[in-house]
């Protein structure tokens, strides 16, 4: 956009936002989130000012204003390649080592990979992981995306992975110079800038871009109050959620001066507009060329930017805008600060220098810049001998995580000696800003390097860094640990590198510094950040297969390459319809009220508000009554749905939202938390039981008797494509077609027709395919369909409705928290006699399916153990919070950890390890579970004993326990779980499906069944099941979309049937229609498919068949306590082990081996991609996935900053799966089992992998065992677990002297 003044270009519009109002990038994260997930990854070129090359650099389009990417060239997956012209190979591979299952995340994967790929055409495994770093992805565990990558790289690892899964010599190569050029009209630009100000208006916002320093500071004089928008990384999130507003923003991002770096021999002096990876390389560079004594800053600041954010936001983020941040959790400025860097700030008035330190980290006057003046520059000293400066960081995961604390660590000694001349420390994380000790750091001057400096250094860190106990952000005590635990590992990292200072020292000088015992050496080390690399296994189809036959191959995904492209159309794809209105919905801030009035007066007036919808606004039923829709007149939780405004687009539906007034009067009670569900008897159902034997009586006859308590917190679906969809009215008999991501269009498609009264006949929803469900999309798209339907018949106009990620997490529910409290009764030999169990799930403010998630999770919670008395009774529990709903494994993956954590106490009582109890009670033989239904465990045996042999358990085992004898700081620990999972549903009316096949008169084949498309690759696998039973290549079947008008009355796809029965009902469908062909055929032998289907439509034969599987019968009676409520089981264990860090939490995955029984799996690749994704989505609900609510139950925790799902430095580094080759015959579609969901649970082995590791610590402590079993075992928990002298030394809290920042709900 040359020229000045820009009228075109508002300033408030990301590229994002621009890319997709003009339909360019087909990027569905419209809606997902800041920065934090890397979806809508793209790459931008520029020529750089100074070395005159062209640099290439992923970015987060979400972010970064369209303004500021003058005179860039942008690509977007788009540009990169398409399946109608050329696939690059980033595209091909990713979908070809089948990388992508939903899709939402495989776009910003393709452009992280690919903008490597421009910078270095054979990348290091450890750049290919670093260019991942900021990319989340929640379906695939992210192995297979690693698996296409490393295929690129110049080091191909030991083990090579997955090679079974695809044909790595298809591949086409990468040819560089294939690659898109720098547009010659902006290196044009480039070589000779324009120096005058150019100029963009928005509406609201101005965007001012001067050529020249003298102008920029000419400006700011005129405008000081106005932000310099650097990488917009800080202001862009700020001006988004907090909404602050700048009527004037100026940026400097064509000012080379801004850049220079210049190197003396005290010190560097980097551009404060330089990006955080330029810093990066800077330093990178400079660490090289200087001797190490003089680089200590230099190295903290290195080690520090490996971890800070992810490569999209250390490309966008400048130096000068982190440090003016003065973020509290900012990585760097503790760093800065303890290395005494300065500030060059200048104005028209000329340059001066500020210290960093703790006044201006503080905000003083008096030591900040003035408004007109601006950071030009940032001078970092170089380190001297004898100064040792350190960095230390920990948060929720590795990497792509704000630190809890972070802190920077400098201490001068006195040469030669070991006295203390001159020490800095500075914390982040423990208060509003970074925060210096500076008090402490005075009063150990002068004192030696030694023990009694140790103990006297965190007694006055203790007192000086004082964190209240309601301080915001909580986790209190953890963050005094840290504080002092940080002090300890700098302490032996400066003891260490004495130590080798001493080696060059006269032994007189050297010989007193303290020894550092060989166990305490492991507190030095981080932990490195790896890539998974393993082994997947499944057995091959029979020699005597057909080539032509697919099933059990390793087919791609059927939309992989065009999910590699960007051309997949999800929901909100669909262009804007004609008059199509954006719907926001407006939600309760209170838990628990009546609602006095709703005033939308204001909304009203303003531009492009076309109406507000209520529960009045409702024709039929708002939903039922323990199911509202939208709250009549009482709100039941934060989040509540009162009402919805319609506008003209999203902007003014959304500042609509914000003008409505809502007044209510608070109800009592309010309840939060299980045990206050129980204390006020407040639940959603009856109690739910089940019993066998004589428990009482068996419990007086053990040995011993244990009790204890589990709490499993919650988890949130986080699937990519949030809530959406499009409802659009028709001109006649008031039909709809209805445009939705759901996971069962037929409950929206009845939803709606109740809402609006009119039958379901004039309702039809469309599912093309769904960015993610995970039980999240099976309820609550009918709550959204149905308010939206509202909306279109109220103003008669279309409605779009699309949630962000955070009214999305505020909303919409998740996985049930769970108490549970167990007693259990045991042989001193280890064999368990009795087991009662009484549980709770925290089921929020509506039924939803909490009765049902509480009737699997008691008919599950026996899992694989043979206890003769057993007792189980669960509820749910009403709380104000919202609803909680179906979440993959429905309520098996909470429950069973109460029956695998009554394992390990059995075990700690028993003095055996937990395997040996697993194995004494597994099933042995063929027998009835607790409800009576007869199954053989003998493929679970045999999953148990390949997990053990596949994982070289037992040598293992010893290896961890010599690594535990060996280290004090860091622990290892294992854990090998079985698993019997049963799929299905249990009742009989759920397990029928339907398909409808139709051939045409050029032999191809359109198939529509009852499935939906989640990612989990259904329509493949359908394929797959057409292409078998036709004798025709899978490429002239074809699947459109799932339409209720296609196939009627569909059930959810859920409880891993999905492809069971509707392949059953495809398979069926072809049948029929090859049994009408079988004469033909018959006729002519030779014939081809084209020329029988020209023979059978001329012979009036129907070429359209529907199939119908009439299912499993499956029943419970809950009186009786007896059923058969599951069609079949599906057998697995998993083996894991972790390594974790006592000071400071942080854990390591090092290995995991699975084996899953899928009997004969019908595509491998898409199995192990299920069961890969649903065990890392496991390990994410036991590890890192924590969400936390306000005393007045506001959940904090609504975006991917604050909700950590794994990323890809969480895999284990080693991942292996392998699918137990076949030896029975379930009853499913040629007999290849459901894996959808039981890999969830397999996620706990890296649980009881962690729990094991903290035994471990407090075997060598004398702590006592605790019963007390609390999920997820976030670096929170293990820290605080692993008590030690320093957590000893941390103040606590009376909880009764104040209000907690947050509450524990499970
Ligand atoms: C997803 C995400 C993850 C993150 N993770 C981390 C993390 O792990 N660790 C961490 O430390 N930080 C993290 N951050 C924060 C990030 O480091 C800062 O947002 C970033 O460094 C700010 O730089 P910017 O150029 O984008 O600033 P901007 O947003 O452009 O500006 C921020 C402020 O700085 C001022 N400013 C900018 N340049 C100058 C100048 N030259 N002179 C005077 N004032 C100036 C502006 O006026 C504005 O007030 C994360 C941010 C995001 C979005
Ligand atoms: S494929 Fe990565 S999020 Fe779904």
Known sequence: YPGSPKRNVDPEVTLLTFLRKNRILLIKVWAVSVGGCGACTVMVSKRDPLSTKIRHFSITACLVPICSLYGAAVTTVEGVGSTNTRLHPVQERIAKSHGTQCWFCTPGMVMSMYTLLRNHQQPSEEQLLEALGGNLCRCTGYRPILAGGRTFCHFLPFIK????????????????????????????????????????????????????????????????????????????????????????????????????????????????????????????????????????????????????????????ASLGGHIISRHCYSDLNPVLAVGNATLNVISEEGTRQIPLNEHFLAGLASADLKPEEILESVYIPHSQKWEFVSAFRQAQCQQNALADVNAGMRVLLREGTDTIEDLSISYGGVGATTISAQKSCQQLVGRPWNELMLEEACRLLLEEVSLPGWAPGGKVEFKRSLVVSFFFKFYLEVLQALKKLAKFLPVSDGHHYPEISDQFLSALEDF???????????????????????????????????????????????????????????????????????????????????????????????????????????????????????????????????????????????????????????????????????????????????????????????????????????????????????????????????????????????????????????????????????????????????????????????????????????????????????????????????????????????????IRNLRFRGRACMTHLPSNTAFRGFGFPQGTLITESCITAVAAKCGLPPEKI?????????????????????TLIRCWNECLDKSSFHSRRRQVEEFNKKNYWKKKGMAIVPMKFSVGFAATSYHQAAALVHIYTDGSVLVTHGGNELGQGIHTKMLQVASRELKIPMSSVHICE?????????????????????????QDACQILLKRLEPIIKKNPEGTWED???????????????????????FMDWEKGEGDPFPYYVYGAACSEVEIDCLTGAHKKIR????????CSLNPAIDIGQVEGSFIQGMGLYTTEELKYSPEGVLYSRGPDEYKIPAIADIPEEFNVSLLPSSQSPPTIYSSKGLGESGMFLGSSVFFAITDAVAAAHRERGIAEDFTVRSPATPEWVRMACADRFTEMIPRDDPKTFKPWSIPIA
């Open 161 to 316: 992975i997955c090679t079974e899964l695809f044909a790595e010599d298809e591949f086409q190569p990468l040819d560089p110079t294939q690659e898109l050029i720098f547009p010659p009209e902006l290196l044009r630009m480039a070589e000779k800038p324009e120096k005058q100000t150019l100029t963009f208006r928005g509406e609201r916002v101005t965007w001012i871009s001067p050529g020249t320093l003298k102008d920029l500071l000419e400006l700011k004089a005129q405008h000081p109050e106005a932000p310099l928008i650097s990488g917009n990384t800080s202001l862009g999130p700020a001006m988004k959620s907090q909404g602050h507003f700048q009527p004037v923003l100026l940026s400097p991002a064509r000012i080379p001066e801004l850049s220079v770096v210049s190197k003396t021999s005290d010190g560097l002096t980097i551009g404060a507009g330089c990006s955080l990876a330029q810093v990066k390389d800077i330093l990178a560079e400079r660490v090289s060329e200087l001797p190490e004594e003089k680089t200590q800053t230099y190295r903290a600041l290195l080690k520090q930017l490996k971890t800070l954010a992810g490569p999209q936001i250390r490309n966008m």
């Open 528 to 866: 490195p950040i790896t890539g998974p690399q393993g082994v997947q296994r499944y057995q091959s189809v029979d020699s005597r297969q057909a080539l032509q036959d697919p099933v059990g191959r390793p087919v791609m995904h059927l939309s992989g390459l065009k999910h590699a492209t960007g051309e997949a159309i999800f929901c909100d794809d669909i262009p804007t319809v004609d008059r199509e209105l954006f719907m926001v919905l407006v939600t309760s801030t209170r838990a628990h009220a009546k609602i006095i009035s709703i005033d939308w007066s204001e909304a009203l007036e303003l531009p492009g508000v076309v109406d507000v919808v209520t529960a009045e606004d409702i024709p039929g039923t708002n939903g039922t009554e323990e199911d509202k829709l939208m709250a009549a007149d009482e709100v039941l939780c934060v989040g509540h749905i009162v009402c919805a405004v319609v506008a003209e687009t999203d902007v003014q539906a959304k500042s609509a939202a914000g003008k409505i007034k809502i007044t209510y009067e608070d109800l009592e009670p309010v309840i939060f938390t299980i045990s206050d569900a129980i204390k006020h008897n407040s639940f959603l159902c009856p109690e739910k039981k089940l019993e066998q034997g004589n428990v009482e009586e068996a419990f007086e006859k053990v040995d011993q008797i244990v009790e204890g308590e589990v709490h499993v917190g919650g988890q949130e679906h986080f699937y990519m494509e949030t809530q959406r969809v499009l409802v659009i009215p028709k001109a006649e008999d008031k039909e709809l077609d209805i445009y939705v991501s759901t996971q069962d269009p037929a409950h929206v498609q009845k939803t709606v027709s109740s809402t609006l009264n009119i039958p379901i006949n004039r309702i039809t929803c469309h599912v093309k395919r769904v960015g993610g469900g995970f039980g999240g999309k099976v309820g609550r798209p009918a709550v959204f369909g149905a308010l939206a339907a509202v909306g279109a018949l109220k103003t008669g106009r279309p409605v779009r409705l699309v949630l962000d990620r955070e009214d999305d997490m505020l909303i919409t529910g998740g996985r049930h928290p769970l108490f549970g409290k167990y007693k259990v009764g045991f042989m001193n030999n280890g064999r368990i006699k009795a087991l009662d169990i009484e549980c709770f799930l925290n089921g929020g403010c509506m039924l939803d399916d909490s009765e049902l998630v509480t009737e699997f999770l008691i008919l599950k919670l026996e899992n694989a153990y043979k």
């Open 918 to 938: 697993r194995e004494k009670n597994m099933y042995k033989t063929v027998d009835k579970t607790i409800y009576k239904q007869a199954f053989s465990p003998e």
């Open 1042 to 1066: 799932t339409s209720t008008a296609m196939v009627p009355n569909t059930l959810a796809t859920a409880a891993s049937v999905g492809s069971d029965v509707n392949g059953r009902a495809v």
């Open 1092 to 1114: 029988w289907i020209e023979a059978a439509f001329e012979q009036r034969i129907s070429l359209s068949a529907t199939g119908y599987f009439r299912g499993y019968k499956a």
């Open 1152 to 1159: 995991a081996d699975i084996v899953m029984d899928v009997c």
